[in-house]
């Protein structure tokens, strides 16, 4: 069987299915020729020889508008999401059931509100009557944000065109389904497709979108991967039940800084800012104790002091338990190890519990020096200076490496009072006035000179 043949125009790229003497579509003579397809394969399946039309390219110095945003006058949802809320952007917010998703959500919306956009919040899982509860509580019925209580994608894209709004925030996307997919909301098909159905709506029509995700029990966003892909930004709520603290944690953003944080916390009134989590996560510390240390740390762009708690005790079992709040356990694991081979700590037969107060989640290798500190004064049942924060890497060697940003997690410790700051010896080390350095070449120098036990 002979081969479907294709014709186009080089000059306007019009397509035809047979050889002419004149383009159709723009008159001009001679100027259309036999073209080959664009890909091979099944007919059906593949792209085959129908044409599209020729994209503009731009060269690297091209100088383009930044993206306009607007700022919703929180200072810590603003440092999150890079400066502003971006327009025909894309954003999805994950957290656990309960951690106050859909507070947040309000709240922002109100602010974005006021601010002179144009908001419309789409809950699934909720009646207009329940959000209207929950607005009166928070203060915010006042607020001109349109409401509606709908899960059918079509009918929501429907309303969207309509109204134009500047934001839109759907409550959640497992609960959105497509008419045109035959599975169930919340499975995998559903989910992507109404993702990208949202997206590709959202940048067409100049609106922006947030999306709230669901999580799995290991605390990522539950669906598949490929809906962190789609968007523009990843937003992760973090927190503990039992803590006042949250943590709105930017693991992805396309317009800003990634892993950003926001710090608030949950009141009777909703959510409040932190203007200065370090002070608030330290201000419950008291008297000097075994096992309490401070950690100077960096999330994101912004330093801040955290407290490290360690207990150690001996274990009635033949298994020692090693139970960890906050910070990774195989890290815990190579940082008794080095105590153990490179110090000769022992911790054979003892219990370990590490934790990192008011419920923040440490992530970066600077802490590591922080927690050995811990882990050896509750050991020693030895009480570090109340004045002195820690920071440093330490290698399976036992050697101290340096961590980046050291000054602007010196000037934060000195800003909250602290005097002495122990850190691992570098070449380049910045002095800050009213704060006295004391540097450590490996693991087993700090705890001979700070507990003198090795």
């Known amino acids: ?45 593949s792209l085959g020889a129908i044409r599209g039309k020729t994209i503009p390219l731009t060269d690297l110095d091209t100088q383009e508008k930044e993206p306009p945003r607007t700022q919703a006058g929180v200072g810590e949802l603003d440092r999150v999401l890079g400066g502003g809320l971006v327009k025909a952007s894309a954003l999805l917010v994950g957290g656990d059931p ?3 998703k859909s507070t947040l959500l309000l709240q922002a919306a109100a602010r974005f509100a006021r ?18 509860m929950r607005a009166r509580r928070l203060g915010l019925e006042k607020s001109p944000v349109k409401l509606a209580s709908e899960t059918n994608l079509r009918d929501i894209l429907t309303t969207l065109e309509a109204e134009k709004p500047d934001l839109a925030i759907i409550d959640s996307i497992q609960t959105m389904w497509a008419d045109n ?16 159905e949202l997206t590709t709506f959202a940048k067409r029509n100049g609106m922006s979108v947030v999306m709230v995700g669901h999580v799995t029990k290991d605390g990522s ?12 930004t990843v937003l992760y709520f973090e927190g503990e ?10 693991v992805k953003n396309r317009f800003g ?41 960096i999330e994101g762009s912004r330093p801040m002091l955290c407290e490290i708690q360690a207990l150690v005790a001996p274990s009635p079992h033949s298994q020692p338990r090693r139970s960890v709040v906050g910070w990774d356990a195989g890290r815990l694991a190579m940082i008794l190890a080095v105590l153990e081979s490179r110090c000769a700590v022992p911790f054979t037969g003892l219990d370990v519990y590490l934790n990192v107060a008011g419920g923040l989640r440490i992530s970066e290798p600077a802490a590591d020096l922080a927690v050995a500190a811990a882990l050896v004064s509750a050991r020693e049942d030895a009480a570090l200076p109340a004045e002195a924060v820690i920071f440093g890497e330490i290698s399976l060697s ?49 705890v001979e000179d700070v507990f003198g036990a090795r």
């Open 241 to 250: 039940r039992g803590h006042q603290f949250r943590i709105l944690r930017s």
């Open 398 to 446: 036992g050697a101290l490496r340096p961590v980046v940003q050291t000054e602007n997690r010196l000037k934060e410790a000195q800003k909250l009072g602290f005097t002495t700051a122990i850190v691992p010896q570098q070449a380049k080390q910045p002095a800050v006035a009213g704060l006295q350095m004391r540097h450590a070449d490996d693991l087993a120098g700090f």
């Open 1 to 45: 069987m002979a081969k479907d043949l294709s014709f186009s125009c080089s000059e306007c790229g019009a397509s035809f299915g047979k050889w002419s003497g004149q383009c159709d579509a723009c008159q001009a003579w001679n100027t259309i020729t036999q073209s080959k397809a664009l890909s091979s394969g099944p007919k059906g399946k």
């Open 221 to 232: 966003i539950a669906g598949p991967r490929v809906v962190e892909h789609m968007v523009d």
């Open 257 to 297: 800084p990634a892993d950003e944080i926001g710090v608030f916390e949950m009141t009777g009134k909703g959510l409040a800012e932190v203007k200065n989590p370090s002070a608030l996560f330290l201000s419950e510390r008291g008297k000097p104790a075994p096992g309490s240390v401070v950690f100077a740390g």
């Open 115 to 132: 601010n002179g956009l144009k908001v419309i919040y789409i809950s699934g899982e909720e009646s207009n009557a329940q959000v209207q």
């Open 98 to 100: 309960g951690i106050g």
């Open 181 to 196: 997919v035959d599975s169930a909301p919340g499975s995998v098909s559903q989910v992507r497709s109404s993702a990208h």
